[in-house]
């Protein structure tokens, strides 16, 4: 079984750049054909995907959020990081990362972490 758990500041100021690490346990993260996400839900709204980071490493990201998103890997601590920069209060949503794999040009998501909150605020 698949868990996924996030981690990281709950409280980041704005124009600064907001962390999250996922641990993966029970897969690896280089198992072929899975794609490591992180999605976000800001308060009141529906889900908002913003990037992923492949098996072999390469990255996608929500054409939205490109400028500021970056998703990075540590394949030795089984785990892979998201970094948002220049955050606003926009930036404010509950942050889940996930497990998905490809499928007639769809990912499906598997296993999701149980989510942190992430407020920005001065």
């Known amino acids: 079984q698949v868990q996924l758990q996030e981690s990281g500041p709950g409280l980041v100021k704005p124009s600064q750049t907001l962390s999250l690490t996922c641990t993966v346990s029970?897969?690896?993260?280089?198992?072929?054909?899975?794609?490591w996400n992180w999605i976000r839900q800001p308060p009141g709204k529906g889900l908002e995907w913003i990037g992923l980071i492949g098996y072999s490493d390469s990255t996608y990201y929500s054409p939205s959020l490109k400028s500021r998103t970056s998703i990075s890997r540590d394949t030795s601590k089984n785990q892979f990081t998201l970094q948002l920069s220049s955050v606003t209060p926009e930036d404010t949503a509950v942050y889940f990362c996930a497990q998905g794999v490809w499928s007639s040009g769809q990912q499906t998501f598997g296993y999701w972490g149980q989510g942190t909150q992430v407020t920005v605020s001065s």
């Open positions: 029970g897969g690896s993260i280089t198992t072929k054909y899975n794609y």
